[in-house]
């Protein structure tokens, strides 16, 4: 845990620096952006620049595996685009990632501008005088440009959602936990009890939902990983019950045993994150979950946020970052 939260400390620290630089134009009239969910342009000078080590790096970590998913699916989808070929119509791509070698600049130089071209819109551009020093600034920069983009996407799901309320889920929660979330109207209350709220989405193809739950905060021993984890499985235990007689939900630690992460940038300010794997015992259901861990100081209550989504030998990457923006939009009711 220690070693997890000084890598989330240092990372959220340059993220400061890079938001407190970050421009927003702020002119009225911006086009909405355009691209798919998830994915992320790159512009390079040329095609040898994409087929060499600045192409395969910048593949390696953001293309890399989200963590936490049955089948591999990767963070980001990456398109690519040469500096001739980057036209306007390419320039309302929400998530941008230039490169650019100079010759003429004496040391690296890191840009990340917000809603250039296209509203929402996230561009970062490294300039560099020479491909050695560009791989070195990209990959000593990489995790903060990874969460810069899953904050764009976050906000944009959210916004999205935003718009569309279910009214009654909202308030059971407000009155139940003191707690503020978006839940779009096609979700819909399954069971409310006092320390426990299941909200869900069923379509004919996947499922997606989330729980709260909480109680009394004692200590900080109640963060750990064991700890979420068994109070976890008690309230799916005796809450989420499965399609059979008998059967239920639980965490599926089998194959994958999920590493807590300290976030710094959520609503609460400090949370603890764990990716993983659900299950039903005695039935044969499963799929990915995202779980955010913090605590109510006023009410002394610490509380879970646990999404998951089912979707059977289907990718679910999306349909998870989805309910992860449902999430992270929590706030404290006054």
């Given at each position: 845990?220690?070693?997890?939260?000084?890598?989330?400390?240092?990372?959220?620290?340059?993220?400061?620096?890079?938001?407190?630089?970050?421009?927003?134009?702020?002119?009225?009239?911006?086009?909405?952006?355009?691209?798919?969910?998830?994915?992320?342009?790159?512009?390079?000078?040329?095609?040898?620049?994409?087929?060499?080590?600045?192409?395969?790096?910048?593949?390696?970590?953001?293309?890399?595996?989200?963590?936490?998913?049955?089948?591999?699916?990767?963070?980001?989808?990456?398109?690519h685009v040469t500096k001739t070929s980057f036209s306007d119509l390419l320039k309302k791509h929400r998530n941008?990632?230039?490169?650019?070698?100079?010759?003429?600049?004496?040391?690296?130089?890191?840009?990340?501008?917000?809603?250039?071209?296209?509203?929402?819109?996230?561009?970062?551009?490294?300039?560099?005088?020479?491909?050695?020093?560009?791989?070195q600034t990209f990959e000593k920069n990489a995790g903060v440009f990874i969460e810069r983009y899953n904050q764009?996407?976050?906000?944009?799901?959210?916004?999205?959602?935003?718009?569309?309320?279910?009214?009654?889920?909202?308030?059971?929660?407000?009155?139940?936990?003191?707690?503020?979330?978006?839940?779009?109207?096609?979700?819909?209350?399954?069971?409310?009890?006092?320390?426990?709220?299941?909200?869900?989405?069923?379509?004919?193809?996947?499922?997606?939902?989330?729980?709260?739950?909480?109680?009394?905060?004692?200590?900080?021993?109640?963060?750990?990983?064991?700890?979420?984890?068994?109070?976890?499985?008690?309230?799916?235990?005796?809450?989420?019950?499965?399609?059979?007689?008998?059967?239920?939900?639980?965490?599926?630690?089998?194959?994958?045993?999920?590493?807590?992460?300290?976030?710094?940038?959520?609503?609460?300010?400090?949370?603890?994150?764990?990716?993983?794997?659900?299950?039903?015992?005695?039935?044969f259901m499963g799929g990915p979950y995202v779980s955010y861990t913090f605590t109510d100081p006023e009410n002394?209550?610490?509380?879970?946020?646990?999404?998951?989504?089912?979707?059977?030998?289907?990718?679910?990457?999306?349909?998870?970052?989805?309910?992860?923006?449902?999430?992270?939009?929590?706030?404290?009711?006054?």
């Open positions: 845990m220690k070693k997890i939260g000084v890598a989330v400390v240092i990372i959220m620290a340059v993220l400061f620096v890079f938001s407190a630089c970050t421009k927003n134009t702020g002119r009225s009239g911006k086009v909405r952006s355009i691209g798919k969910t998830s994915e992320i342009l790159v512009v390079v000078e040329n095609e040898q620049q994409w087929e060499n080590s600045i192409g395969k790096t910048i593949r390696e970590y953001f293309g890399k595996d989200q963590q936490g998913l049955p089948q591999p699916e990767p963070l980001f989808d990456l398109a941008i990632f230039i490169v650019e070698i100079d010759k003429n600049s004496i040391e690296p130089k890191i840009e990340l501008v917000g809603n250039h071209w296209a509203e929402p819109q996230v561009v970062i551009r490294i300039t560099a005088p020479n491909k050695s020093v560009f791989l764009t996407e976050r906000e944009r799901i959210a916004t999205l959602f935003k718009s569309t309320p279910n009214k009654d889920a909202v308030r059971e929660i407000k009155q139940n936990f003191g707690l503020k979330l978006i839940v779009p109207r096609d979700y819909h209350l399954v069971r409310s009890e006092t320390d426990f709220i299941w909200i869900r989405k069923e379509t004919n193809d996947y499922s997606q939902g989330f729980f709260i739950f909480r109680e009394a905060y004692k200590d900080t021993a109640q963060f750990s990983k064991a700890s979420v984890s068994a109070r976890t499985n008690r309230f799916l235990k005796q809450y989420v019950s499965g399609p059979t007689e008998g059967s239920y939900m639980t965490l599926d630690e089998t194959y994958y045993e999920p590493e807590p992460l300290i976030v710094t940038d959520f609503s609460t300010e400090y949370a603890v994150e764990l990716r993983g794997f659900w299950d039903v015992e005695n039935d002394e209550w610490i509380i879970t946020l646990f999404g998951y989504v089912y979707h059977p030998s289907k990718e679910k990457r999306n349909l998870l970052r989805q309910v992860e923006a449902l999430l992270y939009s929590v706030e404290f009711t006054k």
